[in-house]
């Protein structure tokens, strides 16, 4: 009986992805904090151990011995599932990227370099990735603060914008490969050439849109926190608090991967087919840089206001990637 | 195959799992000390006054309107573009026709001004 080939191999491989993504987590927001703090000629976080190291895990032990508590106003129920949904969506989208070009066996059983290699992955992920959302709109309005509120209509206009461009520069990927499977996106680049060289709008418009979908800067606007104290999570503390740094981290790194995979080519690159684990390492090189550029953003561009969001998102954004899509459909019809 | 899709079964469990875990295990590691004023709705360190359950404006109600039929029709465009390559130039006419009525309800909103805020 193979059981194991069905269910230990899988149960081990999502365990390690969680576990690496939650360590990677911890030292994204040193890395973000050091990287900012340098391009405003700060030093950064240097106490704890060498080069402030350490910081990610004294920040960790102090958010899990703070008090739990609960407003005594907030809808409880729902006030619970937010930072739950933060945290387990953001990295179930993990399931469909692939990591090399083949994967290894253990005692004769095989390890796929992709843990579940379906064919509507492309669609799986632009599901689960937007599940994220939900949290932060919930967050707000079930903890009855009026910056929650604030914070969580923000949220919801900043939702109803970028979906649009981000499921349109999609389309235009699947149209270009024919196909919605990770692996198969990755082969048609193999054969051809990375997507951001066939398809620059759509890697730019996916970009932006995708700093949208993670609540990043400059479209933080539901956290804003120098007008809404912290917007949606004002009203959390402790690891509930945590947990949404935590989603959205995840997410900035899922974003990373999902660019990576889709317009960079995934683990390709330079004898990648013949060792796999220089894919791995080129894939994560490419996640990296993916996540500089979000950093590099933030520090330097100012957030922008939720009508303006809305304004470049529909009719900028928008008849872009609709454009690019028509463009795309006539180059490949003809 | 129904079985493909059983890693990501197990990888929801296994996220859940953890998420519950991360958020239950610290519970139990704090102190606990509650008091009236510690559970107050926060505002800033003012009284707060009344509830952030009333009725607000909505600005963006139209557009969020608007949103779900665009959405729903940039739905469609996914089995289409995984199909394209068969279909040819009969897909791109079927699909332009259905741009092109996509694009006059957008150039219609525009004009009427359903993007701007009230």
Not at chain 1, 57 to 64: F, N, P, R
Request: proline residues 6%; neutral net charge.
């Amino acid at each position: 009986m193979d059981w194991i080939q069905t269910l230990l191999i899988p149960i081990v491989y999502s365990t390690i992805l969680v576990v690496i993504l939650l360590t990677g987590f911890a030292y994204l927001s040193y890395v973000e904090r050091k990287l900012v703090a340098r391009f405003t000629m700060r030093f950064g976080p240097n106490r704890a151990g060498p080069f402030g190291l350490l910081q990610p895990l004294a920040d960790a032990l102090k958010m899990m011995f703070k008090e739990e508590l609960s407003p005594k106003n907030a809808d409880l129920p729902v006030y619970l599932l937010a930072p739950f949904l933060a945290i387990s969506t953001a990295v179930i989208g993990w399931a469909v990227f692939p990591f090399a070009s083949r994967g290894f066996s253990v005692l004769g059983y095989s390890v796929p370099p992709v843990l579940a290699d379906v064919n509507i992955g492309l669609l799986y992920v632009a599901a689960v990735t937007s599940i994220g959302s939900y949290a932060v709109v919930l967050a707000g309005w079930s903890s009855n603060n009026k910056y929650s509120l604030l914070g969580a209509l923000r949220a919801g206009a900043q939702m109803v914008s970028y979906e649009l461009p981000l499921g349109l520069t999609l389309v235009a990927v699947i149209l270009v490969v024919g196909s919605m499977n990770m692996t198969e996106i990755i082969q048609y680049q193999l054969d051809h050439t990375w997507l951001i060289v066939l398809q620059p709008f759509a890697a730019i418009i996916f970009f932006i849109a995708g700093l949208a979908e993670s609540n990043r800067s400059p479209f933080d606007l539901p956290e804003t926190e120098n007008e809404l104290v912290s917007g949606y999570i004002t009203e959390y503390g402790g690891i509930r608090f945590a947990a949404f740094f935590m989603g959205e981290y995840i997410h900035m790194i899922t974003f990373g991967a999902i660019i990576s995979i889709l317009f960079l080519g995934g683990w390709s690159g330079p004898g990648a087919d013949a060792v796999p684990f220089l894919g791995l390492v080129y894939f994560i090189l490419k996640i990296a840089l993916m996540i500089f550029m979000m950093i590099w953003v933030r520090a330097s561009v100012p957030r922008v206001r939720y009508d303006q969001l809305m304004r470049f998102c529909w009719k900028f954004l928008m008849p872009l990637a609709l454009l690019n899509l028509v463009v795309t459909a006539i180059v490949i019809a003809l | 195959m129904p079985a493909d899709y059983l890693p990501i079964l197990i990888m929801l469990v296994v996220a859940a799992l953890f998420a519950l875990v991360a958020l239950i295990v610290p519970y139990y590691m704090g102190p606990r000390n509650p008091s009236t004023s510690k559970s107050d709705t926060y505002e800033s360190g003012k009284l707060p006054f009344g509830t952030a359950r009333r009725q607000v404006p909505i600005h963006y109600y139209m557009v969020a309107m608007l949103f779900m039929m665009f959405d729903i029709e940039v739905i469609f465009f996914y089995p289409w573009a995984v199909i394209f390559r068969q279909l040819k130039i009969f897909g791109l006419i079927e699909m332009g026709v259905f741009v092109a009525i996509l694009l006059v309800g957008y150039v219609y909103i525009w004009k009427k001004g359903a993007l701007e805020w009230d």
